[in-house]
């Protein structure tokens, strides 16, 4: 099966429909997908359910998807940086579930893992833990968590061959391994397309078995928090 596409607007083709769960990988503005973002939002798919550590920036990212308001839901741990995420929410435009960090991690990976649900001790007694089944272990008591799974799953690589295996940079690997094992369908955008066998098996992150497209894409890496010290 050919894997490579052209751009980010062919890669989607066929897979978009309102309603529909995606997986966005990243962290802030690093290691997001940002060309497939960008044809996200001009596919014009709707009611959107996004899983997602945040939402980016206002005028960048999964912001450009919150601008159009193409975004129902999100699924995600951490909000701050984003004032159109921040007005949606509170006017009641935008719904939102919110996971510790490290739950959300887990749940993305118990879902590509096929686990169903797990129990952790993280967030009982407080508002996220409300609704949630609750057990005792050994007089400790946890709260279970549901594993996340979405009908398409876009990420960013650094490197990747023709046949979907890649390798990701340092802190821009993030949530992208988890979240290409737990889409129904996974696109991953990177910086290098490779030769098939250039790539050493030892140093693969996610193997071509979990990516069914990859497109080579034009990256801006903007810097979301751009700080100087004094001389």
């Known amino acids: 099966m050919k894997k490579v596409y052209a751009d980010a607007a062919a890669a989607l083709e066929g897979l978009t429909f309102d309603g529909m769960t995606v997986m966005a990988g990243g962290f802030g503005l690093c290691g997001i997908p940002e060309n497939l973002i960008l044809a996200l939002r001009d596919s ?7 899983i997602s550590n945040n939402a980016g920036v206002d005028d960048f990212g999964l912001g450009l998807l919150l601008h159009t308001r193409q975004i ?15 007005k949606q929410y509170l006017s009641g435009e935008l719904e939102l579930e919110f996971n ?3 739950t959300l991690a887990e749940r993305i990976r118990a879902g590509g893992a096929g ?15 409300e609704g949630k089944e609750h057990k005792d272990f050994d007089g400790e008591t ?5 594993g996340l799974k979405a009908d398409l799953s876009i990420i960013k690589a650094w490197k990747g061959d023709s046949e979907g295996n890649l390798v990701f940079r340092k802190t821009a690997r993030n949530f992208n391994p988890m979240m290409a094992t737990a889409g129904k369908v996974t696109i991953a955008e990177v910086e290098e ?3 098939v066998g250039s790539l ?5 992150h996610t193997p071509g078995i979990f990516v069914q497209r990859i497109i080579k894409g034009e990256h801006e890496k903007r810097i979301e928090q751009r700080t ?3 001389a």
């Open 200 to 204: 050493d098996p030892d140093h693969i």
């Open 142 to 146: 946890y709260v279970m968590e549901t």
């Open 115 to 129: 686990i169903p649900a797990f129990y952790t001790k993280t967030g009982v007694g407080t508002l996220v833990a």
């Open 72 to 86: 129902r839901k999100m699924v995600s741990s951490y909000v701050g940086e984003n004032k159109t995420f921040e």
């Open 100 to 102: 510790p960090q490290g």
């Open 193 to 195: 397309i490779v030769p």
């Open 228 to 230: 100087v010290r004094a």
């Open 44 to 50: 014009g798919v709707k009611d959107l359910t996004v």
